[in-house]
């Protein structure tokens, strides 16, 4: 039986972020604009939405990669940027992040044993001694063998790449891993194994996910609740089967009905919804709901004011003035 709200334990509480970049002539790249979500321990948050809407954003202000504009970041109840010194390190071990880009994130001039075994050592896992056997134990997790050990970055596939990051953020024993679109840049055979491996690591290991990506097949496999993200701010929230069931807002519905159907019958009969227009600038947003410019039941409140997350039924959240009205 699932656990109700009220009796699940929250990890991270995310209250009013906003992270911008001050530009050049006094504008402002709203990149994450007035989110908040929770994350519960053992759940999978699903985090969707098109290329650059700030997804991966939100993550790395979660790991602390950005320091916010505004808003509050908790892990375990305290805010995660009043940490003391042994605080802050306590939470490096305990929340690690595995990157979008295998061929970037790796170091070219270690070996595999030097990147997965130098965050063990770190932090008092493993010794010089047993380093080798610690190693060897964890890439064994991810599908990788004591072969691999001594090679660098440079002599593996894409797959394999990926592998040895998710290795790494693993090697450290975290509680919460955020996985920034750890598929992406996969062939879509490898992409099943990884989906599958991720799974199988969090019921063994007892993992709580972040998962960013832009396929809504994909988070719906792996998630339990989805936020789908539109020029930095979410417009609507909910449990995975519920926002694939009843998608209440427009950009979402547009974003479903672009999930492609394998089964020629199904797809003549599934309804492709297009949208015109191009994505707005996120630089100096208008006041008013983002996706107003290319909504086709946009109205003039629409246009001039920026609708709230409204719960619309039980622990489904909308940022729409005409949800439920279409």
């Known amino acids: 039986m699932s656990k109700t709200a009220e009796q699940r334990e929250p990890l991270f509480e995310v209250t009013d972020l906003c992270q911008y970049f001050h530009i050049a002539r006094g504008k402002t790249l709203k990149a994450v604009d007035h989110v908040h979500f929770t994350i519960y321990k053992g759940e999978t948050l699903g985090?969707?939405?098109?290329?650059?809407?700030?997804?991966?954003?939100?993550?790395?202000?979660l790991v602390k990669l950005y320091k916010p504009e505004s808003g509050t970041i908790k892990y375990r109840g305290k805010d995660i940027f009043t940490y003391t010194k042994e605080e802050e390190k306590q939470f490096r071990k305990n929340v690690q992040m595995i990157f979008q880009n295998p061929h970037s994130s790796l170091n070219p001039r270690m070996t595999v044993k030097d990147i997965v075994?130098?965050?063990?050592?770190?932090?008092?896992l493993a010794t010089d001694k047993d380093v080798d056997q610690k190693v060897e134990e964890i890439l064994k997790e991810v599908g990788l063998n004591r072969d691999h050990m001594s090679r660098f970055p440079h002599e593996f596939s894409g797959g394999q790449k990926q592998r040895i990051g998710i290795a790494r953020a693993l090697a450290v024993k975290p509680e919460f891993v955020i996985c920034d679109e750890p598929i992406s840049a996969l062939d879509v055979s490898i992409q099943a194994q990884v989906l599958n491996m991720l799974k199988k690591l969090q019921e063994e290991m007892g993992l709580t996910y972040l998962f960013i990506a832009h396929d809504l097949s994909v988070v719906k496999y792996i998630s339990d609740r989805v936020i789908v993200m539109y020029l930095g701010t979410m417009v609507e929230f909910a449990d995975s089967?519920?926002?694939?069931?009843?998608?209440?807002h427009p950009y979402t519905q547009v974003l479903l009905s672009s999930i492609p159907v394998a089964d020629p019958k199904l797809v003549r009969k599934k309804k492709r919804i297009l949208i015109k227009g191009e994505i707005p600038s996120p630089i100096n947003p208008k006041d008013c709901c983002r996706f107003?410019?290319?909504?086709?039941?946009?109205?003039?409140?629409?246009?001039?004011s920026l609708p709230p997350l409204r719960e619309l039924k039980p622990g489904h959240f909308v940022a729409c003035h005409r949800a439920g009205q279409f």
């Open 241 to 248: 089967e519920e926002l694939y069931q009843n998608p209440m």
């Open 117 to 124: 075994g130098s965050g063990m050592k770190l932090h008092g």
């Open 47 to 61: 985090l969707v939405g098109e290329s650059g809407c700030g997804k991966s954003t939100t993550g790395r202000c």
């Open 292 to 304: 107003a410019e290319r909504c086709p039941y946009a109205t003039d409140e629409c246009r001039n």
